[in-house]
């Protein structure tokens, strides 16, 4: 009686020996070529392939290819969209919001109601930038303590003031009466 | 050993396959000889076999040179049949066939000194190896029955050595453990 180990050698001996024939060679070239000239006509999707290659059951892989472009086609959509708001952010008016602390504190006023203001033509045109709007306000600020000099002036002269009112009144005479 | 002629190979890394049939006809027993071994399933293995010269057709380029064809011929046959076993992993329990081990003991025991069929090859390794993994199988095979040297295996499978070596003691054993339980 042979122990395991005899056993095992007498076993692969023999299936060394045998060693396996094709059955039949030149049908399996034709089929080999068969499905050469198949793939060179129909050559499939080399990438789905390679993704879902990995899923053996048809549905399965189906399921995760569509799902797969569904995922993509959102992510797409909600890109474009993202990107579409940002685009309109970018194309509305910017205030600019480093303004030195004491411009900022006396013109607060003067900035809401320029901000505020209904603003005709195309919206692009609404870009000022933070240097000219400095400007806008630091000639808004002289200009108001012109005025205010100007009225003390006028007040403290009475004959300036009595001149000023004379030609106010006859300017208001010349109007027509619509 | 090379398998096809080198001239061929080099045409084909090219993208001339007009010898390709040449290429078929050497590397294809080849291939089935190995699925048969691995599978026991003499259709399974002309399919694996098929399947492997269509992607040596499709990826002969990236071979690095003509002398290492038959490694990667191997490669990819062993890969074809991991990918079955993948497939087929929900295999029915393990019946032992008293018919398949009255060959097998006969085999055994026998002092002729004839060669199996292919049927005969399928009953006997199946029986053998219905307990081990893929993995066991392809070094038990590439080992035990092609003969290859641990160095070619580990390059044909990408085991280490150490894997290679415990796989193949853990294979013997299982295959021991069969014969012990099944022969007399």
Known sequence: MMDNTGKYERITEVLRRSEPQLPDPVLFEEKVMGMIREKKTHPGFPVLDCLFGWVYIGWIRNVLVTASFLLITVFAFQQSMILKRIGTLEKQVVYPGVLTDNIKASLDNVRNVLCSYPVKGPVTALKIPEKEMKKIFESLNELQSRYRELIILINENPELKKYIEDRLNENERKKFNL | ?184
Request: aromatic share 8%; charged share 30%; hydrophobic share 40%.
């Open chain 2, 1 to 184: 050993m090379i398998l096809v002629e080198r001239s061929i190979i080099e045409e084909c890394r090219k993208g001339d396959f007009r010898n390709f049939r040449q290429v078929v006809a050497a590397a294809g027993p080849i291939a089935f000889s190995i699925a048969l071994r691995m599978t026991g399933d003499e259709a399974t293995a002309s399919d694996i076999a098929q399947e492997t010269m269509v992607t040596v057709w499709e990826k002969i380029e990236k071979i690095s040179s003509p002398e290492a064809f038959k490694t990667w011929l191997c490669r990819i046959t062993v890969n074809k049949c991991y990918d079955y076993f993948r497939k087929n992993r929900s295999n029915p329990e393990f019946n032992p066939d008293e018919k398949s081990w009255r060959l097998i003991s006969d085999t055994v025991s026998g002092t002729d000194h004839r060669e199996l069929d292919n049927t005969g090859i399928s009953i006997i390794v199946r029986q053998l190896t219905a307990n081990l993994s893929p993995k066991q199988k392809a070094v038990f095979v590439l080992s035990d029955l092609d003969e290859l040297t641990r160095e070619e295996i580990s390059e044909i499978t990408g085991m280490s050595m150490k894997n290679i070596k415990a796989s193949l003691y853990h294979a013997r054993k299982k295959i021991g453990e069969m014969l012990e339980k099944y022969l007399k």
